[in-house]
Structures are given as C-alpha cells and as structure tokens.
C-alpha cells in the first residue's frame, strides 16, 4: 500500500507564475519530509527538506509547507522557470526508521 | 569527486540469466540503498546497507541479493532474472539514515536500465 501518494501525475504552468505540486502521506510517523528533481536518465537530485517540527521551510524560488494534522504537504515554486520543468518526488522518512518512502512523482512542465 | 557511479547503464538479460549491479560511493556514507523504479510506482527500496558487512531488507527485496564488504561499494544481486525484474534500479547513499538535527539527504547515482526478456 502506497504511503506516499502524488495524486497528479502531470502539471503544466506558465513562466513566471506559481507551480504547486501536492503530496499526501498516510503513516504519522513520518517525522521528515523531502523533495527530489529527476530529469530524463538522470537520478533524483534533493531539492528541499522539511522536519515534522515547522510546517514552512523556504530556499530561493522553493517553499515546501507541511499540514500535519492534514498528513499533506506541497511544494510551491515561485517564479517557475523553464528549467523546472521535470518529475518531482515527494519523499518521508519516520522517526527511527532507515527507509524512505518516495510518492509516484509529478511530471511538470513550464510553458515559455 | 564523482559522487554515486552505477555500472552498468543498462543491460539486457534473458530470463533465467543472473547478473550484479555495482554501486560506488566516494563521498565516505555510511548508508548506502538500491531502488527500483517503474511507472506509476516511483521509487520503491529493495535493499539496503547502514553500513559495511550489513544489509537489510526494504520494501520489495524477494528475487535479489545484495552484499556491502567494502564501505564504497554496494553490490546487488539477480540470481535467476524475471520479466518482472523489467526497471530502472537507482542506487544512493547517505551519512546516516537515522532522522535528527542533519539535513538527511540520498545522493542518488544515474541509474542502470535493465531489460528482462
């Protein structure tokens, strides 16, 4: 049963205007939460993390907010830029585990 | 400094035929996983290693083997290859995979692209 969940497979925005890619969990006790970028034949890069303990953790252009009492969080990408364009993967991790548990992934595309 | 190297990029076996996947790290982690992807599936662990001489099971782990002997290098096994086996197998490694203070992050290798017929 799939714990992480990336409910659109796809999302196509504007350059320039606001991409917003959601991510549910199921397990409360995923303590960390992260996100990766993968291009075409290339692995997963890190892009931004967020700990059970805030619920907005910002780097430049990337915002990712956390609900736990909802178990969903998002990432929001402001300006988004051609070169966003790629899959993103929401990922969690409990509190003493060792595993991650990555969602299906969400394949956006800016529009120029 | 490379990073996570995977060999080879991709393979085609037939069924029944077995090969080893090699993941090398030179980042000095400690943590070290194999992943499998397929569509509408994402990443899913198949094995992974907290350290040297030790492995443990991940999520979907039946029809591979994997072994840690040197800290760099994590091996991953398939003994009798199957159609099923059909993926992209990512392998990445980590300082430590306990949750805490440390920004925990996998740094992933490029992946190796299997083919089971």
């Known amino acids: 049963d799939q714990q992480v969940k990336q409910n659109s497979p796809s999302l196509s925005v504007q350059e320039g205007r606001i991409s917003i890619l959601n991510c549910d969990y199921t397990n409360s006790m995923f303590d960390y939460f992260l996100w990766y970028k993968k291009y075409p034949a290339e692995g997963p890069t890190f892009l931004i993390s967020i700990s059970s303990i805030k619920d907005k953790n910002e780097d430049g252009r990337f915002t990712v907010f956390l609900n736990k009492s909802a178990k969903h969080l998002s990432l929001h990408i402001v300006p988004s830029q051609p070169g966003d364009s790629a899959v993103y993967f929401c990922?969690?991790?409990?509190?003493?585990?060792?595993?991650?548990?990555f969602g299906t992934g969400t394949s956006l595309t800016v529009i120029p | 400094n490379a990073g996570v190297t995977q060999t080879p990029k991709f393979r085609v076996l037939k069924t029944g035929q077995s090969m080893t996947l090699l993941c090398a790290q030179d980042?000095?982690?400690?943590?070290m996983y194999w992943y499998r992807q397929d569509p509408g599936m994402g990443l899913r662990l198949i094995h992974y290693?907290?350290?040297?001489?030790?492995?443990a099971k991940g999520e979907v782990p039946d029809g591979y083997n994997v072994s840690r002997l040197k800290k760099q290098n994590f091996l991953l096994g398939l003994e009798s290859a199957a159609p099923s086996q059909t993926s992209v197998y990512f392998c990445a490694s980590s300082y430590d995979g306990t949750s805490g203070s440390w920004v925990e992050t996998q740094y992933f290798g490029p992946g190796t692209r299997l083919l089971v017929l």
């Open positions: 290693s907290v350290g040297e001489g030790t492995t």
């Open positions: 980042m000095n982690h400690e943590y």
């Open positions: 990922a969690a991790s409990p509190v003493t585990g060792n595993q991650f548990y």
